[in-house]
Nanobody, 122 residues
Framework: QLQLVESGGGTVQPGGSLRLSCLVS????????IGWFRQAPGKEREAVSC????????NIAGSVKGRFTISKDNAKNTVYLQMDNLKPEDTAVYYC???????????????WGQGTLVTVSS
């Protein structure tokens, strides 16, 4: 069974950057599509961005357009989320998950890990 562990969260000032990592085990990124999701306090979990096993990218959250970039390193079995120009409204717990990937959708398939907390505050 696929296992995913998120890391890289922390506290950053507005305008700052963070890079989140999602280490995948129990399978390889050659065969799995992975997405990043986030849940802000008091809000529903939402999809942010997903990358297919073949490298296709679907960005779901319009609010992060031009600021967040998803990528992966198959050799390291790791998916990244580079977050630049962070805003207070990006504060959330960020999760990665294996997904049902499409050009316009990104649906999580299995359960959630512990996530990694990102706090954007001055």
């Amino acid at each position: 069974q696929l296992q995913l562990v998120e890391s890289g969260g922390g506290t950053v000032q507005p305008g700052g950057s963070l890079r989140l990592s999602c280490l995948v085990s129990g399978g390889t990124l050659d065969y799995y599509s992975i997405g990043w999701f986030r849940q802000a306090p008091g809000k529903e979990r939402e999809a942010v961005s997903c990358i297919s096993y073949s490298g296709g990218i679907t960005n779901i959250a319009g609010s992060v357009k031009g600021r967040f970039t998803i990528s992966k390193d198959n050799a390291k079995n790791t998916v990244y989320l580079q977050m630049d120009n962070l805003k207070p409204e990006d504060t959330a717990v960020y999760y990665c998950a294996d997904v049902d990937y499409g050009l316009t959708y990104c649906n999580p398939l299995d359960g959630w890990g512990q996530g990694t907390l990102v706090t954007v505050s001055s």
